[in-house]
């Protein structure tokens, strides 16, 4: 070649996060008379309000001194990490772990990166939920396997539509995936539903990918129930991570939970595993050495705390929302979030989420996602994890905005 000429792969071009194209277009004025307020990082550590325990940063200091964890673990973790989350997450009879049937991985993020690498080959397609996650589409994308989405119906707690998911499925589908708790949603499945899930894909042979990041945070009157609980049919990948429950989303620690069934995962899909998680070394290795005691002596203390912070949140965002009118909440049930609908009939120049959320931010410096983000158009998601305070003021420039706006 004569001359410098420079292109970028076709991965990367396929590659992309759906939520920063889309921020992008919302512009924060950093002249504003108001102080500005997002309501839209999932990270529930930048407002201060919510922090890891002091036991966990005792354990990471303690391992450190021992200079014993500064090398390369097994690219899959550690057999004591590996064993620290089977003893957490085994379901005795019911859905029994060993060491063996874990993986770790950079943040659950990473593990979801295995699943999908693991199950889906380009050209087959996946079952994803809408409202959901949008890592979930930049992954299957990048590799090229086709996105199917189903359905979640608001009215019904965001429970999947199954006619909807039984509908999408043929011979080239790879597999399911399921997220509960729900980010964006703040949904929690009853027993029951989670059990329909699963016998639509029985049905079909399909496994199950659970991201179960958000496992056990959920308010009063909800249970969590780790999907491999409800099944001696279906194969699950369930994933997870330190980033939600232990509030530490940047020590990139996650994990698979590998809940065969049938033997079904056991002639191909465990080496794949392994294959795939040997490629790079993902997990951290001095948290590997403080897993043990992050995973089994965090006092229950911390986790309730949590809750209720959380939950005192949600309570107070719904008190205030459903009282804009204009705007629809979806009761949350867990997790850090929560839906509100907007009915773009009663706005005299807004017509559409992206349009609502960079109104909002130009004239209140409230920045909230719009729905588009988790190709769900006419919501906005909320994160309700800043301090009550200044959700309490969000609401308020919430409320005099819409009905500045109103017909
Ligand atoms: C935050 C989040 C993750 C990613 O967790 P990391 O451990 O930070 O990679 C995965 N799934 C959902 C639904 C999440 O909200």
Aim: aromatic residues 8%.
């Amino acid at each position: 070649m004569s001359e410098w000429n420079i292109k970028a792969s076709n991965i990367s071009k396929r590659a992309h996060n759906p939520i920063r194209q889309i921020v992008d277009k919302l512009k924060v004025d950093p002249n504003a008379q108001k102080s500005f307020i997002s309501l839209s990082v999932g990270d529930p550590t930048v407002f201060g309000n919510f922090n890891v325990h002091e036991s966990a940063n005792e354990a990471i200091k303690r391992q450190l001194d021992t200079f014993k964890h500064n090398g390369y673990p097994p690219a899959h973790g550690t057999l004591d990490a590996r064993d620290a989350i089977a003893r957490k997450y085994s379901i005795p009879d019911v859905a029994p772990l060993t060491p063996n049937d874990v993986l770790l991985a950079n943040g659950c993020s990473g593990a979801l990166d295995i699943c999908v690498n693991v199950l889906c080959n380009p050209g087959q397609n996946i079952l994803l939920p809408r409202p959901g996650f949008s890592l979930y589409k930049s992954l299957a994308e990048i590799r090229e396997v086709e996105v199917r989405f189903y359905d979640l119906v608001p009215e019904n707690n965001w429970q999947v539509d199954l006619k909807h998911l039984e509908s999408l499925i043929d011979d080239k589908t790879a597999c399911i995936l399921v997220n509960n708790p729900s980010n964006p949603c703040g949904s929690v499945y009853p027993k029951e539903h989670l059990e329909a899930i699963l016998d639509v894909a029985a049905k079909h042979h399909l496994p199950i990918i659970a991201d179960e990041i958000y496992c056990d945070l959920v308010y009063k009157g909800n249970t969590f129930y780790p999907m491999a609980s409800l099944t001696k049919d279906v194969p699950i990948l369930a994933v997870g991570g330190l980033a939600k429950k232990w509030l530490v989303p940047g020590w990139r620690i996650g994990w698979i939970l590998v809940h065969d069934r049938h033997d079904a995962f056991a002639a191909e899909v465990r080496t794949g595993l392994l294959n795939l998680s040997q490629v790079i070394l993902g997990p951290n290795s001095v948290v590997q050495g403080a897993l043990d005691d992050i995973l089994h002596r965090t006092p229950q203390s911390f986790y309730e705390e949590t809750i209720s912070q959380l939950e005192h949140n949600a309570k107070l965002g719904i008190d205030a929302v459903s009282k804009i009118d204009g705007l629809t909440p979806v009761t949350p049930q867990g997790a850090m979030y929560m839906m509100v609908g907007i009915d773009m009939d009663k706005f005299k120049d807004i017509s559409s989420d992206v349009e609502f959320s960079q109104k909002l931010v130009a004239e209140e410096n409230v920045l909230v996602l719009p729905g588009q983000c988790f190709d769900y158009p006419n919501f906005i998601r909320i994160v309700i994890t800043p301090p009550a305070g200044s959700l309490q003021e969000a609401y308020e420039r919430m409320a005099e905005f819409c009905a500045r706006h109103r017909k």
